[in-house]
């Protein structure tokens, strides 16, 4: 079970999006290019490796587990502008 808070990565998933993706050579259905292929690619990798089952939850509303990922997220965030 994965849990985000992204509709965009968990629709991506099971909406075929990527799927579509792919096909129309990394290209939105407005035609333009997709964000971030790279990541999409390795997210793609590792999904093969595992059964996934998506789950939404809101962000910021108090779920403790998805409050701590934000914090990390931002932490990383940060730690990374400071080295670039």
């Known amino acids: 079970k994965l849990y985000t808070?992204?509709?965009y990565l968990k629709n991506a998933f099971e909406k075929n999006w990527?799927?579509?993706w792919q096909n129309n050579g990394w290209k939105s259905k407005a035609r333009k290019p997709?964000?971030?292929k790279d990541l999409w690619l390795c997210l793609l990798e590792v999904s093969k490796k595992h059964e996934v089952s998506w789950h939404w939850?809101?962000?910021h509303s108090g779920n403790p587990e998805n409050d701590r990922c934000d914090e990390l997220a931002v932490q990383a965030r940060k730690k990374f502008a400071k080295s670039v």
Do not use: M, Q, T, Y
């Open 18 to 20: 990527l799927n579509n």
């Open 34 to 36: 997709v964000a971030n």
């Open 5 to 7: 808070d992204s509709s």
């Open 57 to 59: 939850v809101k962000a």
